[in-house]
T-cell receptor
Framework: SAVISQKPSRDICQRGTSLTIQCQVD?????MFWYRQQPGQSLTLIAT?????????ESGFVIDKFPISRPNLTFSTLTVSNMSPEDSSIYLC????????????FGEGSWLTVV | QKEVEQDPGPLSVPEGAIVSLNCTYS??????FMWYRQYSRKGPELLMY????GNKEDGRFTAQVDKSSKYISLFIRDSQPSDSATYLC?????????????FGKGTTLSVSS
């Protein structure tokens, strides 16, 4: 199974600032995803991070607010831009690889609080 | 109708009880059915994975899928305090490989000793 590390694990951010979350996988993976989990809610897919091309965003999420990079097959970043208290959430990186079959693995998450 | 519906609980049971967790879904194209367990302030971890209809057993855990009624169940036998967590059902597919999952809201389970 893939081991996924996220940084930071938690942070307190000022309103109006931006924060970049890093996701590192211990092996090359075919696909990487970013999810958001707001307090008391389930996981909502933000986007699929595509290696070497622009991310594919889900309805309700836009690149200007959540720019994503994926420079190689083991690493991705998610930036939460111009943060407001509504962005307080857990942000989760996940990965899938053909070698793992139909299994999607998750990182431990990055807990952001916007004040 | 939401794509995946799950009773959020909380569900409280004594140690040793049999627990039944359930989900319904609306998309008949789903072929892959995952159960994830999420402890407080942790990322989800894959617990069970089932393809199409039928049952799958792994130790104290049994996953059951009834595609005709679009109903997914997870049974936990001899529940332990360490099973206290939120359980998320997540169907996907039809080509689940590489397709992001759709998650239910999760059921919070508390097992008391």
């Amino acid at each position: 199974s893939a081991v996924i590390s996220q940084k930071p694990s938690r942070d307190i951010c000022q309103r109006g600032t931006s924060l970049t979350i890093q996701c590192q996988v211990d092996s090359q993976v075919t696909m990487m995803f970013w999810y958001r989990q707001q307090p008391g809610q389930s996981l909502t897919l933000i986007a699929t991070a595509n290696q070497g091309s622009e991310a594919t965003y889900e309805s309700g999420f836009v690149i200007d607010k959540f720019p994503i990079s994926r420079p190689n097959l083991t690493f991705s970043t998610l930036t939460v831009s111009n943060m407001s208290p509504e962005d307080s959430s857990i942000y989760l990186c996940s990965a899938w690889d053909r070698a793992s079959g139909n299994t999607i693995y998750f990182g431990e998450g990055s807990w952001l609080t916007v004040v | 109708q939401k794509e995946v519906e799950q009773d959020p609980g909380p569900l409280s049971v004594p140690e040793g009880a049999i627990v039944s967790l359930n989900c319904t879904y609306s998309n008949s194209a789903f072929q892959y059915f995952m159960w994830y367990r999420q402890y407080s302030r942790k990322g989800p971890e894959l617990l069970m994975y089932t393809y199409s209809s039928g049952n799958k057993e792994d130790g104290r855990f049994t996953a059951q899928v009834d595609k005709s009624s679009k109903y997914i169940s997870l049974f936990i036998r001899d529940s332990q305090p360490s099973d206290s967590a939120t359980y998320l059902c997540a169907p996907g597919g039809p080509n689940q490989a590489g397709t992001a999952l759709i998650f239910g809201k999760g059921t919070t389970l508390s097992v008391s000793s």
